[in-house]
């Protein structure tokens, strides 16, 4: 099977006044005279190495199953910088999602062929990151056209700001919870049910008219549930 090749770049974020490392995966046929879409992952070293998702894609090229893809890994510095960045009451929360739609993106359409619209862009997360992946789309909604979402933190600020969003058509969701997320442990040490609050986020996004895929998948808040996950959500998503 052909591989493809996983690019460790650093990009300096005005925004965060950071060094971001970048972790950028080009399939194996890769030529800069064809156009691709982007898919950016927040938590991107938890997805390139614990869901695997070069190696998924590898596969899924290879039997031309998706479309010209490359994978933007974004991974975080540690859990507090984690939260920080992720977490809607986090201190640089407004700063990350300014660095993912006006610094990441404008770098990334500038350095390789990609189509240079919504609909061509996409952002993933688990966890904090899908909260983060979904705030993100919803605060800069022409930016990106799909979002994908493994069990994201949902609480009144994420439903109050879905609430608000009237621009239902501008992107697609997927959103997956696992039936077991009814106690855990989240960043500040308190146990959390996950999955009551994502059943009212499903039904909020169902009522205003989004379009929408959501399962719940046996399994609790860990890459047990989503790495098998993944192959599905990029097939869903990118499909030929």
Not at 38 to 59: M, N, T, W
Not at 80 to 102: E, I, M, T, V
Not at 139 to 163: D, Q, W
Request: cysteine-free; proline content about 4%.
């Amino acid at each position: 099977m052909n591989k493809g090749t996983i690019q460790d770049i650093t990009l300096f974020s005005e925004s965060l006044q950071e060094e971001m490392q970048l972790l950028i995966y080009l399939p194996a046929n890769f030529s800069p005279l064809y156009k691709y879409s982007v898919l950016i992952a927040s938590d991107g070293k938890d997805y390139f190495q614990l869901g695997r998702i070069s190696r998924i894609a590898d596969e899924l090229y290879e039997e031309e199953a998706i479309e010209n893809l490359i994978i933007v890994g974004v991974p975080y510095k540690n859990v507090k910088d984690r939260r920080d960045k992720y977490h809607p009451d986090g201190s640089q929360h407004a700063a990350y999602k300014r660095f993912l739609a006006q610094e990441l993106v404008p770098y990334i359409d500038e350095k390789y062929p990609t189509y240079q619209v919504g609909m061509g862009r996409s952002l993933i997360g688990d966890s904090l990151a899908a909260t983060v992946s979904l705030m993100t789309a919803l605060a800069y909604p022409n930016t990106f056209g799909r979002v994908i979402m493994h069990s994201p933190l949902v609480n009144k600020e994420v439903l109050e700001k879905v609430k608000k969003h009237e621009d239902v058509h501008a992107f697609s969701l997927y959103h997956v919870i696992g039936t077991e997320e009814k106690a855990v442990k989240t960043g500040d040490g308190l146990l959390t049910d996950f999955i009551t609050p994502n059943r009212e986020l499903n039904n909020l996004i169902k009522n205003k008219g989004f379009l929408t895929f959501y399962d719940e998948l046996r399994g609790d808040h860990t890459w047990k549930l989503w790495q098998p996950d993944i192959k599905r959500s990029l097939l869903q998503n990118f499909s030929l």
